[in-house]
């Protein structure tokens, strides 16, 4: 590539410091954006042609000129340095060095400003499509776990105190929903994204009458922005997809939380396979989680990245300033650290071997103490009275190192004369479940009918 000649030097006397050449450049980063910023190109430049800035002739060399740039810019070896500043500079140049003054013709009514509003907003669009695979893919290893494991029950917690026994079907679909929470809002993210800003110019629009419905259907957008000041100077689609983003990794991270305890020997819930385990350098027994404790880590990465563009708005003036060069580079993190959690979270969970006789075995009696309280609520006890009774015949049976599945009937009179025979019938885990099949419960019943609809909206993805 020849010597780099600034596309704004001519206001100049003097070149940058070689210090401001490297504090300026974003070419080492936003080179991610060629492809986007070679669609565009190309787009535009068939828009200049149809208002006569471009000859057939020329629309023909740029378009073979950019699709060479792209060839050559892809190479794993290409070198781009600091001087070309950012991605945008760098196409340019480079195709002026290939077709000649041609070349310089494809900047006529565009900025860097809405050049680069729109190279984002293209890299975003397949970003999120690939994302609303992989969420996908984890829908379906959920719903196929929770198929396996369709009669395994599990103690629930409230406060890390077990609270009543649930099917881990539940469980996992609890994630399930979740996450279709996330893709939703992905996609919300993107309808406010789905603008073409090309024509915007600097900030006041285009002096060229440039066609930007063709220009949007060429690029796939839906409509094109209102108001040149807004679209140079806008963020939002960035800043509500890494919001997005920081919801899933919180997600991940609170089931990683369940599954890094349950893998201890205290509780034995969980085997992760040893793919996704490590161990320790100096204690031989070890098997660390590190699969998950890094998702749970990296968590605070994608926080950072979306508190980083938030505080770099908070003071840009309208419309367009430096400091929006660094939108980017949190962009690009927090996308890649999502998609690999995604993905490294999918094949723990897929991986992993669910215990389940430890698991219901872990149950405590005292998980079914709501049971009794509803009993007694049942024949006509006032809840806060039943409650009472309950917690005391709790207490009483823990100071005597009994569960309450060891209790007799008069046990339970003793408490309450309300207690009938068939209360002695509740003390069983598979009777508390049953007795939740209302929609949306643990019960076997509703979390199979629960099971099917998410079948359903995991098939009509």
Same mark, same amino acid.
């Given at each position: ?186 996609? /919300? &993210?993107?309808?406010?994204? #789905? %603008? $073409?800003?090309?024509?915007?110019? =600097? *900030? @006041?629009?285009?002096?060229?009458? !440039? ?18 000041? /807004? &679209?140079?100077?806008?963020? #939002? %689609? $960035?800043?509500?997809?890494?919001? =997005? *983003? @920081?919801?899933?990794?919180?997600? !991940? ?40 404790? !890094? ?167």
């Amino acid at each position: 590539m020849a010597a780099v000649q600034t596309p704004w030097g001519g206001r100049f006397q003097s070149a940058p410091a070689e210090l401001m050449e490297r504090f300026n450049a974003s070419i080492g980063f936003d080179r991610k954006l060629l492809e986007a910023d070679i669609a565009g190109s190309v787009a535009y430049a068939r828009a200049l042609q149809r208002v006569g800035v471009l000859s057939a002739g020329e629309l023909e060399q740029i378009e073979a000129g950019l699709k060479q740039v792209q060839e050559e810019f892809s190479a794993p070896d290409c070198a781009l340095p600091d001087a070309l500043e950012d991605i945008h500079m760098a196409v340019e140049q480079r195709l002026t060095e290939l077709i000649g003054s041609v070349g310089g013709k494809l900047h006529t009514g565009r900025s860097r400003n809405d050049q680069v509003n729109l190279d984002e907003r293209l890299y975003l669009r397949d970003a999120i499509a690939s994302l609303q695979v992989q969420i996908r893919h984890l829908q379906g290893v959920l719903l196929a776990s929770g198929e396996q494991h369709s009669r395994v029950v599990l103690p629930g917690y409230t406060h890390l105190q077990q609270a009543q026994p649930v099917l881990f079907p539940h469980y996992a679909l609890s994630l399930f929903w979740m996450l279709e929470r996330d893709r939703g809002r992905l996609e /919300d &993210a993107w309808r406010r994204a #789905d %603008f $073409l800003p090309l024509g915007s110019g =600097a *900030l @006041a629009g285009s002096a060229f009458p !440039l066609d930007r419905a063709f220009l949007a259907r060429e690029l796939g957008f839906s409509q094109v922005t209102p108001n040149s000041l /807004d &679209a140079v100077s806008d963020r #939002d %689609f $960035l800043l509500e997809t890494l919001s =997005a *983003l @920081a919801i899933l990794m919180m997600h !991940l991270s609170r089931f990683c939380e369940d599954l890094i305890l349950w893998s201890s020997a205290e509780f034995g819930f969980v085997e992760l396979d040893d793919l996704f385990a490590t161990g320790s350098s100096m204690m031989p027994q070890k098997k660390n989680p590190d699969a998950l404790e !890094l998702v749970r880590g990296k968590t605070g990465r994608v926080y950072g990245s979306l508190m980083a563009l938030l505080t770099t708005m908070k003071a840009v003036p309208l419309t367009y300033a430096k400091d929006l060069q660094e939108d980017k580079e949190p962009l690009f993190d927090a996308l890649e650290t999502s998609a690999i959690c995604l993905e490294v979270f999918a094949g723990a969970w897929e991986s992993m071997e669910v215990c389940a006789e430890r698991m219901e075995s872990a149950v405590d009696s005292t998980a079914l103490a709501t049971d009794l309280a509803d009993y007694l609520v049942g024949q006509g006890v006032p809840f806060r009275e039943a409650h009472r009774v309950v917690g005391r015949l709790v207490r009483d049976s823990l100071e005597q190192g009994r569960a309450l599945t060891d209790l007799s009937l008069e046990e339970l009179r003793a408490h309450s004369a309300d207690f009938g025979e068939d209360a002695l019938g509740l003390l069983d885990v598979r009777q508390s479940l049953a007795r939740r099949n209302i929609e949306g419960g643990t019960g076997p019943q509703a979390v199979a009918e629960q099971m099917e609809k998410a079948r359903q909206v995991w098939a009509g993805s």
